[in-house]
């Protein structure tokens, strides 16, 4: 099978469903951010130091795709017969759990952070500021057409899972968290 089927050629894409949109639209943008954040999740694992993040970040991987899936499958009758997983209350439920446990372990925050400390730090940072705009992008379709309300709760809690882990990264990398000096 090839890779490259040149159905894209005229800047359109296909739906599950069948259905072709231009390549601008903004579904393909927010599931295509979502894609964007689990490549750097991908390479924020190769950085974290602690296993458990990285077997926690793995899992985020996961859901992550389920949330592509689902986005990228317009709610409408054709498509409900296609067996598409949505994305469930348990997804973020889990991340709730993560950051609690993550949280705990953690000075209280008195002050501002810049992103920055251990290189994981430092990604996990990219991490969650591409987690808002997927969060952002996943709103703004929202407006328009049906997307169930997990996937934002989802991205939402995810973008303060990844502020927790950077700020795990560097205590366990004796890293100091860099304080905001206004």
Sequence with gaps: MKIYTKTGDKGETGLFGGERV???SLRIAAY????????FIGYAITEVK???VK????????YLFTIGSDL???EN????????QRTPELFFKEVEKMIDDYDAQLEELRNFILPGGSKSSALL?????????????VVALKSSVTIGDNIVIF???LSDLFFVLSRFENKVSNHPDTKWQP
């Design 22 to 24: 231009s390549k601008n």
């Design 32 to 39: 295509g951010t979502v894609d964007e954040l689990n490549s």
């Design 50 to 52: 602690d296993k458990i």
């Design 55 to 62: 077997e926690n970040l793995s899992r985020v991987q996961n």
């Design 72 to 74: 990228a499958t317009p």
């Design 77 to 84: 009758e054709k498509t409900s017969k296609l067996n598409i």
């Design 125 to 137: 940072h990219i991490c969650r500021t591409v987690c808002r705009r997927a969060e952002r992008e």
């Design 155 to 157: 991205l939402n809690r």
